[in-house]
């Protein structure tokens, strides 16, 4: 079964090719904007998964006689108050951002997934109950639910995972049940119901493929959501503990006095920040008018 | 419209009914005991060392659903939601001398947000693909992605060093000077605003396209009506319908970044307070500030709700 089922418009001719290297050539033509994305959302891939390998300095390498140096040809991005290579860290800190980014929105979305076909499908009490659930959980902020979390908790990366994935998964929940409710009374289903198809069977065979679209792009943006609000609590000093180099939190805690002598430490990792979340929004943008026309705005 | 607004209230119960279920348990989420945790880190105060005392300041001498139902009957019978372990002032009488300064620092924010948005937004529509949409477009997608706490960092940081210009950290109560207060929290409203704006214009622009393309406007048009009163008087006022509910949908955002700012501007608000009980275990202010924050998105929204009849007589209250 294809993934990406292509619109009508464009399948002039079967394609030799996978479903992805079609979705990869329609994004590039058709989304310009969205193929930056995602040429963005690569490098910062690539970035977290080889840190290791790219930085020059170790994460914590401390060097006191290179306290607050410029970025020179030895320290692209300058150093810190402590002498640590801010290029590293934040190459180091792609791959906390990567780590809590993935981990995180396939787990916000395994629960959308798992709350939105059930209740979608099911309707009726359970869905009513549950939607209610669904409404008080998201009077919250997502920021004010991790502080409190934390708390109770202790900061650690598998507690803002945790929360993080709970928080976007209940929220998203929306998203995929109503394009569940939209394939629920389509002839197949119905089909396969007369059928005597078990409900499993129903929700894994018809409903899960057909509502794969806006599963992925739900995915996408989740990725650059978590990133976003991951940054913001390390930045009021709830997230992933220092010394660990967190995007968010190189801009909180003492390195901030030391903003005032040394600008570059304010400037790189918001700019990494911003730019990362760019691409992916970009790319989550483009993929939904691409993957999923239902949910396309006017352009 | 009444029974409208009745029946509204009454859908209210049960997420708010779930809304303090979940802020109850999120607190008692702790493995092991709150307490042992509390004296083994040394984390209270010290009139309160003893057993006994603390945990009935934390009311944990009960099974759980009678602690649900004291905490809930002592709220909604009392409007009585505990008191600080630390100082000797209920949490509500706390939480009620901070709310207005993020209560106004939110509105402020709103302000701004609707103020740049709107404008930019019908712009964009009906100057579909020119380089104003262009620029209007590229200006909210990025601001998408710009975290507030760096752009507050920033706007700290660079007119310090090149101007040596910092903002006054010693805040000034509204009722002192409300000139200086609102000067104060213009800064603060003025990053949060912008970063909120992204969405809502993306919404207006979408919103403006589609009722621009209407039968009733090209009628407008073709009764030879000026493009002000076509755009404003009859695409806008519909197209604005859903940028409202988006209002709504923002509110929990909105409040999320208002404790980014009161953190970064040192503005005493209930963000900070929320941040301050958190870093002295204050859980009887924890909860509070969290129930009360829940209950006020539950709240706008309703108000959101409610508003639709205002801007849209076809909205029947059914």
């Keep these: 079964m294809s993934v990406t089922a292509a619109p009508a418009e464009t399948s002039a001719a079967p394609s030799p090719r996978g479903p992805m290297a079609n979705f990869f050539i329609r994004l590039v033509r058709d989304k310009p904007l969205g193929a930056i994305g995602a040429v963005i959302f690569l490098l910062f891939l690539v970035c977290g998964v080889f840190a290791d390998v790219l930085a020059p300095y170790g994460i914590n390498q401390i060097s006191p006689v290179n306290r607050l140096k410029p970025p020179s040809a030895r320290f692209w991005l300058g150093t810190d108050h402590l002498g640590r290579d801010m290029l590293s860290r934040i190459l180091y800190g792609a791959q906390l951002s990567v780590i809590i980014g993935f981990a995180a929105a396939t787990l916000a979305t395994v629960i959308s997934v798992v709350i939105g076909i059930v209740t979608g499908y099911l309707g009726g009490k359970v869905d009513l109950i549950i939607q209610r659930v669904v409404d008080a959980w998201m009077s919250f902020p997502e920021l004010i639910i991790l502080i409190v979390v934390v708390s109770v908790l202790g900061p650690g990366m598998i507690q803002v995972i945790f929360v993080l994935g709970l928080t976007f998964g209940i929220g998203g929940s929306r998203i995929i049940r109503g394009a569940v409710v939209s394939v629920r009374e389509q002839m197949y289903v119905h089909s396969a119901q007369s059928m005597g198809a078990s409900t499993p069977r129903i929700l894994l065979q018809h409903i899960l493929p057909n509502v794969l679209p806006p599963i992925i792009v739900l995915f996408t943006t989740r990725v650059g959501a978590v990133i976003l609000v991951e940054s913001g609590l390390s930045f009021l000093g709830f997230g992933v503990p220092p010394p660990a180099p967190t995007w968010g939190g190189m801009l909180s805690g003492t390195g901030r006095t030391y903003m005032y002598m040394a600008p570059w430490l304010a400037l790189a990792p918001g700019l990494c920040l911003t730019l990362v979340v760019y691409g992916i929004n970009v790319l989550g943008d483009a993929m939904r008018d691409l993957l999923d026309p239902r949910m396309r705005g006017s352009r | ?318």
């Design chain 2, 1 to 318: 419209m009444r029974a409208y607004v009745i029946r509204r209230l009454l859908a209210l119960i049960p997420t708010l009914f779930f809304a303090s279920v979940i802020v109850f348990s999120t607190v008692r989420l702790i493995p092991g005991d709150i307490i042992d945790m509390m004296i083994a880190q040394n984390d209270i105060a010290a009139d309160k060392t003893s057993r006994e005392q603390l945990e009935q300041a934390l009311g944990l001498d009960q099974p759980m659903y009678i602690q649900y139902f004291r905490w809930m009957g002592g709220i909604l019978l009392r409007g009585d939601f505990g008191s600080s372990l630390w100082q000797e002032q209920s949490v509500i009488g706390e939480i009620m001398e901070r709310l207005p300064t993020t209560f106004q620092l939110g509105t402020m924010a709103l302000l701004v947000a609707l103020v740049v948005a709107i404008p930019v937004g019908v712009w964009s529509a009906i100057r579909q693909d020119t380089w104003g949409d262009y620029l209007g477009r590229s200006f909210s997608i990025l601001m998408l992605a710009v975290p507030s706490f760096w752009l507050g960092t920033i706007v700290m940081v660079f007119p310090a060093i090149w101007w040596g210009i910092s903002p006054e950290v010693k805040f000034v109560p509204f009722w002192q000077d409300p000139v200086g207060n609102m000067l104060q929290l213009s800064l603060p409203a003025l990053i949060l605003g912008t970063s909120l704006s992204a969405i809502s214009m993306r919404m207006t622009r979408t919103m403006m396209l589609e009722v621009l393309r209407q039968d009733y406007v090209r009628t407008a048009w073709a009764k030879g009506m000026g493009e002000r009163t076509v755009v404003v008087r009859h695409a806008l006022r519909n197209a604005l319908i859903p940028v409202v509910t988006l209002i709504g949908l923002q509110a929990p955002i909105l409040i999320g970044g208002t404790v980014i700012m009161e953190q970064i501007f040192v503005i005493p608000g209930m963000g900070l307070m929320l941040l301050e009980a958190v870093s002295r275990r204050d859980y009887p202010i924890i909860t509070g500030v969290f129930l009360i924050v829940g209950v006020a998105v539950v709240l706008i929204n309703l108000l959101v709700d409610l508003s639709y009849g205002l801007l849209d007589p076809k909205v029947r209250y059914r």
